[in-house]
């Protein structure tokens, strides 16, 4: 599956992914599973706009997990797993979300947390997979220090035998769009982009100024702005 052939700048924008999944699945009431969840963003908005939802977040970044759990919130429950091993019985969940954590996965192990997913979900349950695609002047940068082109396709190559397989998931839906990322400067980026707690990308002063290089011409008098351009596909569980 080709996804370099998308113009960013031609895509819709959606500043709020939440309001895509709202769109597509239904949140109301519904026992939610997120894997890699990451800063768990999404979950806690999730919670507020549809409170009697319950959201079981998973992640694997121990540093991260550590943040999570500072945070309580009403309805959301952290456990440090991953996607391949989800240490939950059969059939507990209705909705199974994996935002930008997919191409995350080992890529030996993409089909097993597919199956994995597909365990834990109830028939006719939705998995919501968002990803990034490998394109655009931002995209640009990161790869300079982190070149994601061979992740990216091994997951949707992975989504794709899932569905080929035919036991256990039918396609749905697919969304493209494009998310506003900015930056203040490129202190700001470097912070949160360089230095992931749940990644070494082996940064030392000559990456760092062939990205400076890179970031510095997107930088204006209100920071740097870019897209980010996603692609989005909904399965659902097969009864």
Same mark, same amino acid.
């Given at each position: 599956?080709n996804?370099?052939t998308?113009d960013?700048?031609?895509?819709?924008?959606?500043?709020?992914?939440?309001?895509?999944?709202?769109?597509?699945?239904?949140?109301?009431?519904?026992?939610?599973i997120?894997?890699?969840c990451?800063n768990?963003? %999404?979950?806690?908005? %999730?919670l507020?706009?549809?409170?009697?939802?319950?959201?079981t977040?998973?992640?694997v970044d121990a540093?991260q997990?550590?943040?999570?759990?500072?945070?309580?919130?009403a309805?959301?429950?952290l456990v440090s797993?991953?996607?391949?091993a989800?240490?939950?019985?059969?059939?507990?969940?209705?909705?199974?979300l994996?935002?930008?954590?997919?191409?995350? @996965?080992?890529?030996?192990?993409?089909?097993?947390?597919?199956k994995?997913?597909?365990?834990? %979900?109830?028939?006719g349950?939705?998995?919501y @997979?968002?990803?990034?695609?490998?394109?655009?002047?931002?995209?640009?940068?990161?790869?300079?220090f982190?070149?994601?082109?061979? @992740?990216?396709?091994?997951?949707?190559?992975?989504?794709?035998?899932?569905?080929?397989?035919?036991s256990?998931?039918?396609a749905?839906t697919e969304?493209?769009?494009?998310?506003?990322?900015?930056?203040i400067?490129?202190?700001?980026?470097?912070?949160?982009? %360089?230095y992931?707690?749940?990644?070494?990308?082996?940064?030392?002063?000559?990456?760092v100024?062939?990205v400076?290089?890179?970031f510095?011409?997107?930088?204006?008098?209100?920071?740097a702005?870019? @897209?980010r351009?996603?692609?989005?596909?909904?399965l659902?569980?097969?009864?």
């Open positions: 599956m996804t370099t998308f960013p700048d031609q895509l819709p924008s959606c500043p709020d992914e939440l309001d895509l999944l709202a769109e597509l699945v239904p949140l109301q009431q519904q026992a939610i997120e894997l890699g990451g768990a963003r %999404l979950a806690r908005d %999730l507020l706009r549809f409170p009697a939802c319950r959201v977040g998973l992640e540093v997990q550590a943040k999570n759990s500072a945070r309580p919130q309805g959301l429950s797993a991953g996607a391949e989800v240490p939950f019985p059969d059939a507990s969940f209705d909705l199974a994996m935002l930008k954590s997919l191409h995350h @996965v080992p890529m030996p192990a993409m089909d097993l947390a597919l994995e997913i597909a365990r834990v %979900l109830r028939p349950g939705f998995l @997979v968002s990803e990034p695609i490998y394109g655009g002047a931002l995209n640009e940068i990161v790869r300079l982190n070149d994601e082109g061979v @992740v990216r396709p091994a997951a949707q190559a992975a989504l794709d035998r899932a569905l080929a397989g035919g256990h998931w039918e749905v969304r493209r769009f494009s998310q506003p990322v900015s930056y400067d490129f202190d700001d980026f470097s912070q949160r982009m %360089l992931p707690s749940f990644a070494d990308h082996g940064i030392n002063d000559a990456i100024a062939r400076r290089a890179a510095e011409p997107h930088v204006g008098p209100g920071g702005s870019f @897209v351009p996603m692609h989005v596909r909904l659902r569980r097969k009864g």
